[in-house]
């Protein structure tokens, strides 16, 4: 069943494309290296705490986005090494024989991230990267948004306040 499986998919779409996907694993590192670097080297010279609350709320912004990266890295990780014997063997982890024997191409997404297993007939299930991936991106660069337009609008209030000082005096 399983030497049959690979032979009616290796004619179809194979999932993501492994120069594409090294791309975005490569642009996640250096992502994830330059914001988690400016969030170290800012928070140390403060002595650990941001003085304002724009300094604040980018603060947190900064480690919402380093999360963020650091979980789709995590998933991309998880798809860099499925080559299609891989593939065959995540679909038929997450969905079972009966699914993985109808299983007739595979898939890649990269958003949301995921290898959905395509079923003959119709249909497909998500397979290769952890559940609990998506959700956390998700919610970390929603949270990364929020409080970068909190951050934003404190900045603007500040600069409004010390601008209407600067011209009373």
């Given at each position: 069943?399983?030497?049959?499986?690979?032979?009616?998919?290796?004619?179809?779409?194979?999932?993501?494309?492994?120069?594409?996907?090294?791309?975005?694993?490569?642009?996640?590192f250096v992502g994830l290296a330059v914001c988690g670097g400016y969030l170290i080297v800012s928070t140390s010279r403060r002595g650990g705490r941001a003085n304002t609350a724009w300094g604040k709320w980018r603060d947190v912004a900064l480690v919402c986005a380093c999360g963020a990266l650091a979980f789709y890295l995590w998933g991309c990780l998880h798809l860099l090494f499925l080559d299609e014997t891989r593939q065959f063997t995540a679909c038929l982890e997450a969905g079972g024989p009966e699914?993985?024997?109808?299983?007739?191409?595979?898939?890649?997404?990269?958003?949301?991230?995921?290898?959905?297993?395509?079923?003959?007939?119709?249909?497909?299930?998500?397979?290769?990267?952890?559940?609990?991936?998506?959700?956390?991106?998700?919610?970390?660069?929603?949270?990364?948004?929020?409080?970068a337009a909190c951050a934003t609008a404190a900045r603007a209030q500040l600069k409004k306040m010390s601008t209407m000082e600067g011209t009373e005096h």
């Open positions: 069943m399983r030497s049959s499986m690979l032979t009616v998919a290796s004619g179809s779409s194979s999932g993501h494309d492994p120069g594409v996907l090294l791309s975005v694993v490569l642009l996640c699914k993985a024997a109808r299983v007739d191409a595979f898939v890649g997404d990269f958003i949301p991230l995921r290898l959905q297993c395509h079923i003959r007939g119709g249909g497909s299930y998500s397979a290769g990267v952890p559940g609990y991936v998506n959700p956390i991106v998700a919610v970390l660069t929603l949270g990364a948004v929020a409080t």
